[in-house]
């Protein structure tokens, strides 16, 4: 039996055969003459020159003996934008969605090209960590987008920087504060690149490297004594309380917590409460900045202390004795002090010769200190006939309020 015969004795058809061997013997000549045709394969990404262009398709030539064809819905996925820049003998990337269709055309993706070029690019960034400037050009709940070339990517919260973060201005919520960062520039890197999942995570911690000490610096070279900041309580200690303006602590000393007397911030503070603050210090070689919650609010005391004058008579009650005089409280919020000297005409070594806790006494005002939240008395003064003019000008505008009372 010859060669032949034994062929169809396994079932291979005599011209298939015959055909076989024509075609690898013109692949092995083909090969041997270099001309060995370049065959696309799906998934491929080709670069090709634009061969015509029409409304229904885009002729490719993309190096084989026939061109492929853009058209259907690759055709309507590219933007009509990008189509109105798109030219004949213009070099494009192309993706091979089929090597054949049904009529024999290499079917060609350009947005597919595209997209898949960029991923590339996007993974070869991850692997060089190379910075990428771009514009913030929206938000969601957990952070920033960004687009990087043309795909979308994500900025986390816990990947911003410590500088934008600390730029956020009051609002209900991140997403509040975000929205606000939408059109900014942003250097970013990418960190995770999932394609399956279409996940491009970025950073722009990565990119633009800072401590917060370095952040303090910047912060404390433009801060200026005066200025009110608004800024985030951070943490509360036995002496004061440190918030955080623009990236970098201060602190609140307990004095300047509060007009009334405090023993502990907590009583009025919490962390993460939202504060105005008063630069009341910046020791730029020290790296400290001193500030004053208290003095951005109205002072209660002037407020409580503006109906007294100097030469006045009030009645108060005695409440503490010392060396130095006594204390006494003239309404629910204001206490002065009788030094020593107000006490008597006579030398006496003691408050107490004179007085006692609880004694209920006419005093003249003598002296007040708005700065430093004191009202000096005086015993010995309230009958001194240096105020007869001002007694008999009190004693007429009682007399006058008296008879307007009595009409009314």
């Known amino acids: 039996?010859?060669?032949?015969?034994?062929?169809?004795?396994?079932?291979?058809?005599?011209?298939?055969?015959?055909?076989?061997?024509?075609?690898?013997?013109?692949?092995?000549?083909?090969e041997k003459e270099g001309l060995g045709l370049d065959l696309p394969k799906e998934g491929e990404i080709r670069t090709g020159v634009i061969a015509s262009i029409t409304p229904q398709q885009i002729l490719v030539s993309v190096g084989t003996k026939s061109e492929g064809v853009i058209s259907g819905r690759e055709l309507?996925?590219?933007?009509?934008?990008?189509?109105?820049?798109?030219?004949?003998?213009?070099?494009?990337?192309?993706?091979?969605v089929r090597p054949e269709d049904s009529n024999g055309n290499i079917v060609l993706s350009y947005m597919k090209a595209r997209e898949e070029s960029d991923w590339q690019k996007a993974e070869q960034m991850r692997e060089t960590k190379e910075v990428y400037h771009s514009k913030i050009t929206g938000y969601n709940k957990g952070g920033l987008i960004v687009p990087v070339h043309g795909l979308r990517g994500f900025v986390p919260a816990s990947q911003i920087s410590l500088s934008r973060r600390a730029s956020m201005g009051s609002g209900e919520s991140p997403e509040q504060r975000w929205s606000?960062?939408?059109?900014?520039?942003?250097?970013?890197?990418?960190?995770?690149?999932?394609?399956?999942?279409?996940?491009?995570?970025?950073?722009?911690?990565?990119?633009?490297?800072?401590?917060?000490?370095?952040?303090?610096?910047?912060?404390?070279?433009?801060?200026?004594?005066?200025?009110?900041?608004?800024?985030r309580v951070t943490s509360l200690a036995d002496f004061g309380a440190f918030v955080n303006i623009s990236g970098a602590d201060g602190l609140v000393h307990l004095s300047e917590i509060s007009w009334d007397r405090i023993k502990h911030p907590s009583e009025v503070l919490q962390v993460g409460q939202e504060?105005?603050?008063k630069v009341i210090s910046v020791d730029r070689e020290k790296r400290r900045i001193g500030l004053s919650i208290r003095?951005?609010?109205?002072?209660?005391?002037?407020?409580?202390?503006?109906?007294?004058?100097?030469?006045?008579?009030?009645?108060?009650v005695i409440t503490r004795l010392t060396k130095f005089g006594a204390f006494a409280k003239l309404d629910e919020d204001i206490e002065g002090l009788i030094h020593i000297s107000e006490i008597s005409e006579k030398r006496i070594e003691h408050p107490k010769e004179v007085l006692k806790e609880g004694d209920k006494v006419t005093l003249r005002i003598v002296k007040i200190d708005p700065e430093n939240h004191r009202i000096g008395l005086s015993l010995r003064r309230v009958d001194s006939q240096a105020y007869t003019d001002l007694d008999w000008q009190a004693l007429e505008e009682?007399?006058?309020?008296?008879?307007?009372?009595?009409e009314a």
């Open 275 to 277: 504060v105005k603050v």
């Open 180 to 231: 606000k960062m939408v059109g900014e520039e942003i250097d970013v890197c990418v960190i995770e690149v999932d394609r399956e999942r279409r996940r491009l995570i970025l950073s722009e911690r990565v990119a633009t490297p800072e401590t917060r000490e370095t952040l303090k610096e910047r912060v404390i070279e433009t801060l200026a004594e005066g200025e009110i900041r608004t800024g």
């Open 1 to 30: 039996m010859d060669e032949k015969d034994t062929q169809l004795e396994q079932g291979m058809p005599q011209q298939t055969q015959d055909n076989a061997e024509n075609h690898d013997n013109m692949a092995s000549l083909l």
């Open 295 to 316: 003095q951005t609010q109205g002072d209660p005391w002037l407020e409580r202390a503006a109906k007294y004058q100097v030469g006045m008579l009030v009645e108060g």
């Open 76 to 96: 309507e996925a590219i933007p009509p934008e990008i189509r109105e820049t798109l030219q004949v003998n213009q070099k494009i990337l192309v993706y091979v």
């Open 398 to 406: 009682a007399l006058k309020d008296l008879d307007t009372s009595e």
